[in-house]
């Protein structure tokens, strides 16, 4: 399948649309944006760990431990490096705007669901940060939470259930 099928449909191109504008706003915050005092202790408790230091012994911090881990799991793949750890935060986001057309696409017909996911590009540009911060893991986490309740109570299948319960675990791990 070539790129030129892919956007044959009209509910293709807007799909993709949808996602490129997501892209460019989020990509030129990326670049701009200052950093948030927030983003070293995310990045830097992350690397910590990594190193073997002993959370809430060795290293203080008022955040719950799941930025850390997170962050830790990143850089035991990729080097510990401020700019690719805002792009950890790109994919999470982009992550989230695809679950959430899922989610809307199983509450509600295509148009309305692509609608919005719209305002919700429109909402993330101001509200969820692309910076190294908890708000883009609490969002994608929450966005499966109501997803796996949802699907849950359709089908009634006690993996949706566990699986929710996972998300929800992970909300309180972050926050």
């Known amino acids: 399948m070539d790129f030129n099928s892919l956007l044959s449909s009209n509910r293709n191109k807007a799909i993709f649309a949808l996602i490129a504008l997501f892209l460019v706003f989020m ?16 990045t830097i408790g992350g690397w910590l760990l ?8 060795e290293l203080f911090s008022m955040y719950a431990p799941g930025s850390y881990f997170i962050m830790a799991a990143f850089y035991s793949f990729f080097p510990a490096d401020f700019v690719l750890s805002r792009f950890l935060m790109l994919a999470i986001n982009l992550a989230s705007l695809v679950a959430f ?13 692509l609608i919005a996911s719209f ?24 966005i499966l939470m109501v997803y ?28």
């Open 50 to 57: 990594l190193q073997g230091t002993v959370l809430y012994s």
């Open 148 to 175: 796996f309740i949802l699907s849950f109570l359709e089908s009634r299948k006690l993996k949706h259930l566990a699986l929710a319960g996972v998300f929800i675990a992970s909300i309180v791990l972050m926050k």
């Open 101 to 113: 057309f899922v989610l809307c696409r199983k509450l509600m017909d295509e148009k309305p669901a």
């Open 119 to 142: 305002f919700y590009v429109v909402w993330s540009v101001f509200t969820i940060s692309w910076n190294i911060v908890l708000e883009p893991f609490i969002t994608f986490f929450s």
């Open 27 to 42: 990509v030129s915050s990326l670049i701009l944006s200052r950093p948030n005092p927030d983003e070293g202790i995310h």
